[in-house]
């Protein structure tokens, strides 16, 4: 009796990825870089510097879920509501 294999599509899975990062990171590199580049004239250092950037946005992401550090910087930028009312003492103080 043999037995039926189904092929399966991993790729389908997995993250969109250029150079190891995704879309939303390589934005925070383009972001890096123009700011470098806008304050700084060496080519030398700044290539260095985005590098560096590079490496550590890869350290950081190891391990991490898809869509991590998006996730992160809209719940940082979402506006935060807080009750116009006030708290009761009882609620407070447990009384």
Do not use: Q
């Not at 004239?41 to 946005?57: E, K, Q």
Request: proline residues 3%.
């Amino acid at each position: 009796m043999a037995t039926k294999e189904v092929k399966g599509f991993e790729k389908i899975f997995e993250r969109n990825k250029v150079l190891g990062l995704e879309f939303f990171d390589l934005l925070v590199l383009i972001l890096i870089y123009l700011a470098l580049f806008s304050f700084s004239s060496h080519l030398i250092v700044n290539l260095f510097c985005l590098f560096g950037a590079y490496l550590v946005l890869r350290f950081y992401k190891r391990g991490k879920p898809a869509h991590w550090l998006e996730s992160l910087f809209l719940f940082l930028l979402r506006p935060r509501t807080y009750s116009p009312t006030r708290e009761l003492k009882s609620e407070v103080y447990g009384e």
